[in-house]
Protein backbone atom coordinates (compact mmCIF):
# COMPACT_ATOMS: atom_id res chain seq x y z
CA UNK A 1 0.00 0.00 0.00
CA UNK A 2 1.39 3.90 -1.12
CA UNK A 3 2.41 5.70 2.26
CA UNK A 4 4.20 8.74 2.59
CA UNK A 5 7.54 8.43 4.36
CA UNK A 6 9.55 10.93 5.93
CA UNK A 7 13.00 11.12 7.22
CA UNK A 8 14.37 11.40 9.87
CA UNK A 9 12.37 9.78 12.45
CA UNK A 10 14.01 11.94 15.23
CA UNK A 11 16.35 15.03 14.54
CA UNK A 12 17.84 16.76 17.43
CA UNK A 13 19.63 20.14 16.69
CA UNK A 14 21.07 23.45 18.45
CA UNK A 15 19.09 26.41 18.79
CA UNK A 16 19.96 28.73 15.98
CA UNK A 17 20.81 25.89 13.25
CA UNK A 18 19.19 25.18 10.32
CA UNK A 19 17.44 21.68 9.73
CA UNK A 20 16.08 19.68 6.47
CA UNK A 21 12.92 17.83 7.37
CA UNK A 22 12.25 15.52 4.25
CA UNK A 23 9.29 13.32 3.05
CA UNK A 24 8.51 11.30 0.11
CA UNK A 25 5.07 11.97 -1.03
CA UNK A 26 2.56 9.35 -2.75
CA UNK A 27 3.47 8.76 -6.18
CA UNK A 28 0.81 9.96 -8.35
CA UNK A 29 -0.69 12.90 -5.65
CA UNK A 30 -0.44 16.35 -6.59
CA UNK A 31 -0.82 18.20 -3.52
CA UNK A 32 1.98 18.08 -0.55
CA UNK A 33 1.64 19.74 2.63
CA UNK A 34 3.43 20.02 6.25
CA UNK A 35 1.61 20.30 9.68
CA UNK A 36 2.90 20.43 13.13
CA UNK A 37 1.99 18.99 16.32
CA UNK A 38 3.52 20.74 19.58
CA UNK A 39 3.41 18.00 22.32
CA UNK A 40 -0.44 17.86 23.70
CA UNK A 41 -1.47 20.08 21.26
CA UNK A 42 -3.82 20.11 17.93
CA UNK A 43 -2.30 19.55 14.08
CA UNK A 44 -1.62 22.76 12.46
CA UNK A 45 -1.60 23.62 9.13
CA UNK A 46 1.96 24.90 7.95
CA UNK A 47 1.87 25.24 3.99
CA UNK A 48 0.48 23.30 0.87
CA UNK A 49 2.99 23.18 -2.29
CA UNK A 50 0.91 22.70 -5.75
CA UNK A 51 2.54 22.66 -9.07
CA UNK A 52 5.86 23.15 -7.70
CA UNK A 53 4.43 26.37 -5.59
CA UNK A 54 2.87 27.20 -2.54
CA UNK A 55 -0.75 27.46 -2.86
CA UNK A 56 -1.32 28.08 0.75
CA UNK A 57 0.46 29.07 3.95
CA UNK A 58 -0.95 29.69 7.55
CA UNK A 59 0.53 32.68 9.95
CA UNK A 60 3.24 29.88 11.14
CA UNK A 61 4.99 29.58 8.00
CA UNK A 62 6.81 32.86 7.81
CA UNK A 63 10.27 33.72 6.81
CA UNK A 64 11.95 30.91 9.03
CA UNK A 65 10.39 28.26 6.93
CA UNK A 66 10.80 27.48 3.10
CA UNK A 67 9.88 24.60 1.19
CA UNK A 68 10.96 22.87 -1.84
CA UNK A 69 10.45 19.47 -4.02
CA UNK A 70 14.23 19.11 -5.16
CA UNK A 71 13.74 16.31 -7.81
CA UNK A 72 10.25 14.33 -8.90
CA UNK A 73 9.67 12.29 -5.92
CA UNK A 74 10.88 14.19 -2.13
CA UNK A 75 9.44 17.48 -0.45
CA UNK A 76 11.46 19.02 2.07
CA UNK A 77 10.73 21.45 4.98
CA UNK A 78 13.70 23.72 6.07
CA UNK A 79 14.07 26.03 8.85
CA UNK A 80 16.80 28.30 9.28
CA UNK A 81 17.76 29.31 12.69
CA UNK A 82 15.85 27.30 14.43
CA UNK A 83 14.05 28.45 17.84
CA UNK A 84 13.31 26.44 21.12
CA UNK A 85 9.45 26.93 20.51
CA UNK A 86 10.10 24.85 16.99
CA UNK A 87 10.25 21.76 19.05
CA UNK A 88 7.37 19.73 18.09
CA UNK A 89 6.16 16.81 15.33
CA UNK A 90 6.17 17.49 11.56
CA UNK A 91 4.12 15.94 9.77
CA UNK A 92 4.23 15.45 5.97
CA UNK A 93 1.14 14.72 3.85
CA UNK A 94 -0.35 14.43 0.33
CA UNK A 95 -3.48 14.50 -2.06
CA UNK A 96 -5.11 12.86 -4.35
CA UNK A 97 -8.36 13.53 -4.54
CA UNK A 98 -9.47 14.88 -1.38
CA UNK A 99 -8.11 12.55 1.58
CA UNK A 100 -4.87 13.82 2.68
CA UNK A 101 -2.33 10.76 3.68
CA UNK A 102 0.19 11.89 6.42
CA UNK A 103 3.40 10.22 7.08
CA UNK A 104 4.75 9.23 10.66
CA UNK A 105 6.14 12.56 11.37
CA UNK A 106 10.13 13.76 12.27
CA UNK A 107 10.01 14.43 16.16
CA UNK A 108 12.37 17.78 15.80
CA UNK A 109 14.04 18.92 19.73
CA UNK A 110 15.50 22.49 19.74
CA UNK A 111 18.16 22.40 22.47
CA UNK B 1 -12.67 31.13 18.85
CA UNK B 2 -11.58 27.45 17.86
CA UNK B 3 -13.40 26.61 14.13
CA UNK B 4 -13.54 22.61 14.91
CA UNK B 5 -14.37 21.39 18.68
CA UNK B 6 -14.53 18.04 19.92
CA UNK B 7 -16.08 16.86 22.62
CA UNK B 8 -15.37 15.10 25.24
CA UNK B 9 -11.71 15.39 25.69
CA UNK B 10 -11.27 12.25 27.08
CA UNK B 11 -13.12 8.73 26.84
CA UNK B 12 -12.99 5.81 28.82
CA UNK B 13 -14.91 2.49 27.66
CA UNK B 14 -15.26 -1.13 28.48
CA UNK B 15 -14.62 -3.58 25.95
CA UNK B 16 -18.55 -3.95 24.05
CA UNK B 17 -19.48 -0.27 25.86
CA UNK B 18 -20.96 1.62 22.46
CA UNK B 19 -20.51 5.34 22.77
CA UNK B 20 -20.47 8.19 20.04
CA UNK B 21 -17.66 10.86 20.05
CA UNK B 22 -19.09 14.46 18.62
CA UNK B 23 -17.22 17.49 16.62
CA UNK B 24 -18.65 20.60 16.04
CA UNK B 25 -17.46 23.16 13.29
CA UNK B 26 -18.29 26.60 12.65
CA UNK B 27 -16.97 27.03 9.27
CA UNK B 28 -18.74 28.30 6.51
CA UNK B 29 -18.98 26.58 3.12
CA UNK B 30 -17.88 23.45 4.34
CA UNK B 31 -15.86 21.57 1.47
CA UNK B 32 -15.22 17.98 3.49
CA UNK B 33 -15.42 16.69 7.24
CA UNK B 34 -12.24 14.06 7.93
CA UNK B 35 -11.96 11.65 10.75
CA UNK B 36 -8.37 10.34 11.52
CA UNK B 37 -7.02 8.19 14.55
CA UNK B 38 -3.97 9.09 15.87
CA UNK B 39 -1.72 6.55 17.80
CA UNK B 40 1.17 7.96 20.30
CA UNK B 41 3.73 9.26 18.49
CA UNK B 42 2.18 8.31 15.16
CA UNK B 43 0.62 10.60 12.06
CA UNK B 44 -2.95 10.83 11.33
CA UNK B 45 -4.68 7.89 9.75
CA UNK B 46 -7.30 8.67 7.79
CA UNK B 47 -10.64 7.04 8.27
CA UNK B 48 -13.22 8.90 7.03
CA UNK B 49 -14.17 11.69 3.98
CA UNK B 50 -18.22 13.23 5.08
CA UNK B 51 -19.13 15.94 2.33
CA UNK B 52 -22.65 16.68 2.90
CA UNK B 53 -25.20 16.97 5.93
CA UNK B 54 -26.82 13.16 6.12
CA UNK B 55 -24.16 11.70 4.83
CA UNK B 56 -23.12 8.55 6.59
CA UNK B 57 -19.85 5.98 6.15
CA UNK B 58 -19.01 2.90 7.99
CA UNK B 59 -15.71 0.70 8.56
CA UNK B 60 -15.68 -2.04 11.08
CA UNK B 61 -17.01 -0.82 14.38
CA UNK B 62 -17.31 2.85 13.33
CA UNK B 63 -19.88 4.76 11.54
CA UNK B 64 -19.59 8.83 10.85
CA UNK B 65 -22.49 10.84 9.89
CA UNK B 66 -23.03 14.78 9.66
CA UNK B 67 -25.19 17.06 9.95
CA UNK B 68 -24.70 21.06 9.14
CA UNK B 69 -23.40 21.68 12.11
CA UNK B 70 -21.22 18.90 13.82
CA UNK B 71 -20.33 15.11 12.67
CA UNK B 72 -20.27 12.12 15.06
CA UNK B 73 -18.08 8.99 14.94
CA UNK B 74 -19.98 6.25 16.51
CA UNK B 75 -17.94 3.11 17.74
CA UNK B 76 -19.97 0.02 18.24
CA UNK B 77 -18.96 -2.81 20.21
CA UNK B 78 -15.57 -0.85 20.53
CA UNK B 79 -12.26 -3.31 21.31
CA UNK B 80 -9.04 -2.39 23.06
CA UNK B 81 -7.49 -1.96 19.71
CA UNK B 82 -9.77 0.76 19.23
CA UNK B 83 -8.13 2.93 21.76
CA UNK B 84 -6.64 6.25 20.10
CA UNK B 85 -6.88 9.76 19.79
CA UNK B 86 -9.69 10.38 16.64
CA UNK B 87 -9.40 13.29 15.21
CA UNK B 88 -11.57 15.51 13.52
CA UNK B 89 -10.76 17.84 11.28
CA UNK B 90 -12.65 20.44 8.17
CA UNK B 91 -11.78 21.66 4.81
CA UNK B 92 -13.01 24.99 3.85
CA UNK B 93 -11.41 26.87 1.46
CA UNK B 94 -7.92 25.20 -0.48
CA UNK B 95 -7.16 22.35 0.82
CA UNK B 96 -5.57 22.73 4.10
CA UNK B 97 -7.37 20.87 6.96
CA UNK B 98 -8.10 22.39 10.28
CA UNK B 99 -8.22 20.00 13.09
CA UNK B 100 -9.26 19.92 16.81
CA UNK B 101 -7.98 19.00 19.15
CA UNK B 102 -8.94 15.38 19.20
CA UNK B 103 -10.64 12.87 21.43
CA UNK B 104 -8.64 10.29 23.36
CA UNK B 105 -10.57 6.85 23.68
CA UNK B 106 -9.86 4.19 25.91
CA UNK B 107 -11.10 0.78 25.55
CA UNK B 108 -10.23 -1.48 28.83
CA UNK B 109 -10.96 -5.34 28.49
Known amino acids: EPEVTQTPSHQVTQMGQEVILRCVPISNHLYFYWYRQILGQKVEFLVS????????KSEIFDDQFSVERPDGSNFTLKIRSTKLEDSAMYFC?????????FGQGTRLTVV | EDQVTQSPEALRLQEGESSSLNCSYT??????LFWYRQDPGKGPEFLFTLYSAGEEKEKERLKATLTKKESFLHITAPKPEDSATYLCAVNQAGTALIFGKGTTLSVSS
Open chain 1, 49 to 56: FYNNEISE
Open chain 1, 93 to 101: ASTGDAEAF
Open chain 2, 27 to 32: VSGLRG
